[in-house]
Structures are given as structure tokens and as C-alpha cells.
């Protein structure tokens, strides 16, 4: 049997008791790191070689860090749930601008005064 092999990936599952997470330098057990992360530290038999010699950053579920569930409008300062803000400005967290006060720039009349470059008698033709 091939070393490669989908059963040889899940014996070493089977055999993996603990991780060692790279931020806080501690080996801890398996229920510590989520599915995502046990997944990414044993053998894809999948991956091209090179994958699988690289040493891999696990982090274990304390160190990772959240979802960010809030996020602080740039213009009122306000810190609100990810719904007052459009989706496209979820994106940029340092830029983000509340959906109220985008509300309140798009109502502002930004051609209310005429630039003076458009008077016609001031070009001489």
C-alpha cells in the first residue's frame, strides 16, 4: 500500500492527540483547535509534496480571533452592529461609513454651486 493514500491520512488523524498553537507556544489537545485548523496541520494526500513539508501556523480556538460582529462609522464615530453598514463597507473596517451618514452625503447637493470654468463667455474662441 502506498504511503499517499486517503487511509493512511485518516490513520494519522486517528493518531494525532495534540496540536502546539503558534501564538501562545502551548501543545494542547485536539478539541482545543477547530476542524479547520486539525485539517490543515495533518498529511493532504491531495497536495503536491512541498504542501505537506511546509511547517504549518496552527492556532488554536483561543488565539484566533473572532468575527467582528461591530464595527466604528468613520464620520459619526459611533461603534454600530455590522447591519447599519452596506455590505461594501464592511469591507474596509478603517473607512467604514454608517448607513445614516452615507444617507446624509448622498443628500447633500454636491453641484448646488456652479464651478466657474462652465460660464461659457469666458473662453474666447
Known amino acids: 500500500m502506498s504511503t499517499h493514500s486517503a487511509a493512511n491520512a485518516n490513520r494519522q488523524y486517528g493518531q494525532l492527540k495534540s496540536l502546539k498553537c503558534v501564538f501562545c507556544n502551548v501543545e494542547k489537545p485536539l478539541d482545543a483547535f477547530s476542524q479547520t485548523q486539525i485539517a490543515k496541520a495533518t498529511y493532504n494526500p491531495y497536495a503536491p509534496p512541498s504542501y505537506n513539508k511546509k511547517p504549518k501556523t496552527i ?21 454600530l452592529p455590522l447591519e447599519k453598514f452596506a455590505k461594501n463597507q ?6 467604514a461609513r ?9 443628500e447633500e447637493d454636491v453641484w448646488a454651486s456652479e ?11
Open 90 to 95: 464592511r469591507r474596509n473596517a478603517e473607512k
Open 59 to 79: 492556532t488554536c480556538k483561543q488565539c484566533t480571533s473572532s468575527q467582528n460582529t461591530h464595527l466604528t462609522c468613520m464620520i459619526c464615530a459611533k461603534t
Open 98 to 106: 454608517c448607513i445614516k451618514c452615507n444617507k446624509k452625503r448622498e
Open 115 to 125: 464651478a466657474d470654468t462652465d460660464s461659457e463667455d469666458e473662453f474666447d474662441f
